[in-house]
């Protein structure tokens, strides 16, 4: 790269660091403050990693590469893509305020074009690991968003790149990433380091980085380290340099953290004391300025362009994963630059202000995209010409999968909605066409037990070399053919359920990412959602689309214990946005279900209600399916569009009450026979009970609070499904809700009409015993069911309570 390229990419740069250092003080120090809160914003951590975000994005990327940029540095980016057009003027004038550029890159909340969004420290990073491993997938499969389906003349794998802070690297994620990454033979992705050797509350342990090289190594990826700049190795090749250069090698991190903040003096006084020797290494201090002799120490490999571009290239010409390590400063061309406190640390005004002149900047033209550059128009042309931005947005689209009418399922006189779950995904295993084959699944080493194995042997497992299964070329029976091949479609994950959220998360953004449509399904232990919560709560910020089929749920797995016992999984599927939450009972609901849910995360429509459930489903979204292995008895019955209808928005009434009911008890999933039992003895002297079946504890939930806020703002008719469903109950009737899980997840029914209400479920960790043991110990059986409801209608007869036991 020529002498004015780089230049131009220096005047760049400043204007970059210059606009997001701009943005945070005018967020904290300029716009009004009506609520008086601190705004904050990462002045240092943004400048750490303008030298390399600029070498990237106005030189290096491409446009089928993808970016997770460090959480700290979303001022940078805004700042870039403020500079190629895609961002404007009033979002950065707006940033960490109401609907302005946000904090962190968000996918779904910023207008300029961000790849993948972060904020969770460490996802964002492996996330693009994942994202890399679904770009193999679908170059396995020739589909044109893919690796081998693009290589033709010109086309290139897209490196998937994150940018990360080397603090980041304590978060254990990151580590099982790699691990499942050299598992599947991870490519074309690189992880940039920002080395700046700062954390928020201190200063890098010594000796950190060599251990992490070693593991960066050992997983098979290359490690590039880029510590020295042009002009530290400029200073090296003079007399007395190799002194300085071991000098530099040798200085404790707080050391240079320390000297980098008080300046060129300090420097002075430091070198000239450890390496003065009145000959070639003094000269070459001597030789420089306070301000020189500052600048040559800050310039390192991290915020030297030549540099950084001429590794970036070299690593294109190859697939193999890299990591960079970028030495940098933290607060760099800043006042702050090395604090040990500017983590989150503010420039004042006055600090402001000579920044601003020493930059040439008029007072009123602080955002103007080439105020104060020495040559703009060599600028204008570098951001113009960068390969990044040539094809403009670089968000991609993708047709919807057609969905069959019905997935149908031989439904036994007992079965377990787990059961159901394996023979549904067996039999679209069985079919063909595009729908069978964009479903691709992946488990965390519980393929088997959570009854995906008829799947596995019907469309075999993933990976780019076909790998046959030891025991059937050995003659050895077993139930499964664990075969890898490309044209797989089950991946294999290690016992991590991080990586299996980030995994859904990659492969649910497959239609955006790379213009090709997935529809991903993930089975995990329910217990277990909890291991990977942040991972879920991520890949639904990012409005990534996939099924996640979890089982077994609540006590049902009794002899195991509390260790694989879930309580809050029910409350965690109401509260989690960008997912919608089900339990079903019964397998003919949950065929049901799982058809709508293909559909539903293929949907990328508006906001506008569903008239019958006021939920905005055609904006889409997640699924989550919480299922048992409990074995029950199915109902014989014609699922007619009505019924199928009800089961999609969240219940239906399995006894519809009479006129004079006093009683409902409302139940969800597993404990469907106790609610069964209850109700036909109950109604031995109550014939007016209602059995109410909740198949979306969420859907009703959200539905309901939704009609209730259109009513507020005006639309009188707004009603959601559950209203309608209770709307005929007497004023005195009584709920008895019953669920194995956590008892909240029902209680809000009460206050939907305001009908007393009591909420049975569990709360407390489980013990080892049978399903019956637990449940009569919860007072979830029948006759806990019965207890509540005498003590909910008082005076009412209840000779059978002493019937069941």
Not at 63 to 72: G, N
Not at 527 to 547: H, K, M, S, T, W
């Amino acid at each position: 790269m020529n002498e004015n390229t780089i230049a131009a990419l220096t005047e760049i740069e400043r204007k970059v660091r210059w606009l997001s250092t701009w943005m945070i003080h005018h967020a904290n120090h300029v716009r009004p403050n009506e609520d008086g809160l601190k705004v904050g914003g990462h002045q240092a951590s943004s400048a750490s990693l303008s030298t390399i975000m600029t070498a990237l994005y106005f030189a290096v990327l491409r446009p089928e590469d993808r970016v997770a940029v460090k959480p700290h540095a979303s001022p940078v980016f805004h700042a870039i893509q403020y500079l190629f057009g895609n961002q404007t003027r009033e979002k950065l004038e707006n940033f960490r305020g109401y609907k302005g550029a946000q904090s962190y890159p968000s996918r779904t909340k910023d207008v300029d074009d961000v790849d993948f969004s972060t904020g969770s420290v460490g996802l964002g990073v492996a996330q693009t690991l994942f994202a890399a491993l679904t770009q193999d997938y679908l170059g396995a499969k020739g589909w044109s968003g893919g690796v081998e389906a693009r290589s033709g003349q010109g086309a290139t794998a897209g490196k998937m790149v994150a940018l990360l802070g080397d603090a980041e690297m304590d978060e254990g994620n990151i580590f099982e990433a790699l691990l499942e990454g050299w598992k599947h033979g991870v490519r074309n992705t690189w992880w940039v380091v920002d080395y700046n050797r700062q954390s928020l509350d201190a200063v890098v342990r010594e000796g950190l980085w060599a251990r992490f090289e070693t593991i960066f190594r050992n997983f098979g990826w290359d490690v590039v380290i880029l510590k020295y700049g042009a002009l530290q190795r400029r200073a090296f090749a003079e007399p007395g340099g190799d002194a300085l250069k071991r000098w530099i090698d040798a200085a404790p991190n707080q050391l240079y953290s320390a000297l980098t903040f008080q300046g060129g003096a300090a420097w002075r006084r430091r070198l000239l004391d450890d390496i003065g020797d009145q000959g070639a290494a003094t000269a070459l201090v001597e030789r420089r300025s306070d301000d020189e002799l500052a600048e040559l120490m800050a310039n390192l490999g991290g915020h030297d362009p030549a540099s950084l571009i001429e590794a970036f290239e070299a690593a294109r010409t190859h697939d193999r994963p890299v990591c960079f390590i970028a030495y940098t400063i933290k607060g760099y061309g800043l006042p702050l630059a090395g604090h040990k406190d500017n983590h989150a640390g503010l420039m004042t005004p006055a600090q402001l202000d000579v920044l601003r002149e020493h930059l040439a900047i008029r007072p009123g033209h602080e955002w103007d995209p080439y105020e104060g550059l020495a040559d703009p128009q060599a600028a204008r042309r570098l951001v113009a010409a960068a390969p990044f931005n040539a094809t403009g947005p670089r968000r991609r689209t993708a047709p919807p999968v057609a969905v069959p009418e019905r997935l149908d399922v031989a439904i036994a006189a007992e079965m377990s909605t787990q059961q159901g779950f394996g023979l549904l995904m067996l039999d679209i295993g069985k079919a063909e066409g595009a729908f069978a084959d964009r479903v691709v699944t992946t488990s965390p080493d519980v393929t088997v037990s959570t009854n995906l194995g008829g799947w596995v042997n019907r469309r075999g497992l993933f990976a780019r070399e076909a790998m046959a299964d030891l025991f059937k070329a050995e003659r050895i029976p077993s139930t499964f053919n664990w075969s890898f091949a490309p044209s797989g479609q089950h991946l294999e994950l290690g016992i991590a359920e991080m990586n299996l959220f980030l995994m859904l998360s990659a492969l649910g953004l497959s239609h955006g990412l790379f213009g090709e449509r997935l529809l991903p399904v993930g089975t995990l232990y329910d217990p277990f959602v909890e291991r990977g919560l942040d991972a879920l709560n991520y890949a639904c910020y990012q409005d990534a689309r996939f099924i996640l089929a979890a089982t077994p749920s609540g006590v049902t797995l009794a002899p195991e214990g509390g260790a694989h016992q879930s309580i809050a999984t029910p409350l965690i599927g109401m509260a989690q946005d960008g997912l919608a939450s089900f339990e079903p009972a019964f397998v003919d609901e949950l065929a049901i279900i799982l058809r709508f849910a293909f559909d539903y995360l293929q949907r990328d429509g508006g906001d506008a209600p569903d008239p019958a459930t006021w939920l905005p489903d055609a904006r889409g979204g997640a699924v989550y399916l919480r299922l048992s292995t409990r074995t029950i008895e199915q109902p014989v019955r014609t699922m007619d569009q009505g019924l199928a209808a009800d089961i999609v928005n969240g219940a239906y009434w399995l006894r519809r009450p009479g006129p004079n009911a006093d009683l409902v008890i409302a139940y969800s999933g597993a404990v469907a026979p106790e609610a069964i039992a209850a109700v036909g003895l109950l109604g031995e002297a109550r014939r007016d009970v209602g059995l109410l079946a909740i198949t979306s504890a969420d859907r009703l939930h959200g539905g309901w609070t939704a009609a209730q806020r259109a009513r507020e703002s005006g639309f009188v008719g707004a009603a959601s499904h559950i209203e309608r469903l209770l709307a005929d109950l007497p004023a005195h009737c009584g709920l008895v809700t019953v669920q194995d899980g956590h008892p909240a997840a029902l209680a809000w029914l009460g206050s939907v009409a305001g009908h007393r209400t009591r909420a049975l479920g569990v709360e407390r960790f489980g013990q080892t015993g049978t399903i019956a043991d637990l449940y009569r110990h919860y007072g979830i059986d029948a006759q806990g069911i019965l207890r509540a409801a005498a003590a909910l209608t008082p005076g009412r007869p209840m000779r059978h309570l002493y019937r069941v036991g």
